[in-house]
């Protein structure tokens, strides 16, 4: 979103051997609703860490909660957070959930897909 206070905030984590950057497309749509995206482009290599990443999950909502972004026009309500990830990346999703506190400024939603054949 262009402008927008106490918007709500996602994490989202990529599958594996790829990057953020192949979601560009998603993340986009998440925006155009006035949802505030982030998405570490961390752990992109044969081996990654499955636990790493859902760290960088936890601190991409901490960054997008404590900062003001864009021009300043934008914030994201530490009540209103999700975290998603796309097959590797549901994994991590998953993790940094469960690692997370519980309470007012926890993750509400987590989305994970994994496509089996």
Request: no cysteine; charged share 15%.
């Given at each position: 979103p262009a402008t927008g206070?106490?918007?709500?905030g996602v994490a989202f984590a990529h599958?594996?051997?790829t990057s953020?950057?192949?979601?560009?497309g998603t993340l986009d749509h998440l925006a155009s609703w006035g949802i505030v995206a982030a998405a570490?482009?961390?752990?992109?290599?044969l081996?990654?860490?499955v636990l790493n990443l859902a760290y960088d999950l936890g601190t991409a909502l901490d960054?997008?909660?404590g900062v003001r972004l864009g021009s300043g026009e934008i914030s994201v309500h530490p009540g209103k957070l999700g975290i998603a990830g796309h097959g590797f990346g549901a994994s991590a999703a998953v993790f940094a959930a469960a690692g997370m506190p519980s309470g007012p400024h926890g993750a509400k939603a987590v989305f994970a897909?994994?496509?089996t054949v």
């Open positions: 206070k106490n918007l709500p599958d594996w051997i953020a950057h192949r979601y560009h570490p482009n961390t752990e992109t290599g081996a990654p860490s960054i997008i909660t897909a994994y496509p």
